[in-house]
């Protein structure tokens, strides 16, 4: 059976990307984020896993305000992005893992949860950017993408997306294969891009929420996502993929690494690496 070696989560704003580009990742306004993520490459290189799993959120390049599911899995041998306006270079396309695929939403369907199935499908940012972040010469591995709306009302419950990270993690463990695979989570953390609240930040409750990840996976639960919009902001719902994230994880978890920094962009970034025990 396929083993999880742990999982990945990071923020994932399109800045990120524009600072790759244009190769600034030393200077002092990005060293410190960048920087967070060189004891995960060592830590990447040592375990060499196989697959990806990656809990993301769709900005409107696969779909848009007029169909926008609650839950969707990626089903395709391979996965392409496109110009998002944001000046980021469109990457050469990312290997899909089928057989994991249709394994994943048989055992999701078999669990009662209704998802969009795509044999085709776009990825943007928030799944190309931290793939890159993790692997910055390249992706050795191959991926499935599952998206989660964190966009449009209604939104799915912290619950819900905990329930659904713990059957994706079922469904990988009883995958038939020897390969080794990763969860990532990708989004947050605490933002918001307009309204009276624009550029607001909640330093305490991001890190409680990333220190709940490693002890107390399911703390978030508790809270209603009017709750978390008002916690977090807007777009600080996208803790909902990290949520998902450690859930699939389950069990103990070693923590490899940590890191935040404030600002990225308008955006609380957060980084974390979690070994699988």
Known sequence: MATIIGGLTT??????????????QQEPYWKP?????LPVHQWLGEVKPDVAVVFYNDHGLNFFLDKMPTFSVGAAAEYRNADEGWGIPTLPPFKGQPDLSWHLIEHLVDSEFDITTCQEMLVDHAFTLPL???????????TVPICINTVQFPLPSAKRCYALGRAVGEAIRSWDSDKRVV??????????????RAG???KPFDLKFMDSLVEDPQWATQFSIHELVEKTGT?????LMWLATRAAVGGRVRKVHTNYHIPISNTAAGMMALEAL
Not at 132 to 142: A, I, S
Request: proline letters at 6%; hydrophobic letters at 40%.
């Open 132 to 142: 890159k972040l993790f692997w910055p010469q390249g992706c050795p591995v191959t």
């Open 33 to 37: 984020f960048f920087d967070g993520f």
């Open 183 to 196: 969860v990532v989570g990708t989004g947050g953390l605490s933002h918001q891009l307009d309204g009276e």
């Open 235 to 239: 777009q600080g719902v996208e803790l």
């Open 200 to 202: 607001f930040i909640n």
């Open 11 to 24: 923020s994932h704003v399109p800045a990120i990307g524009g600072a790759i580009v244009r190769g600034v």
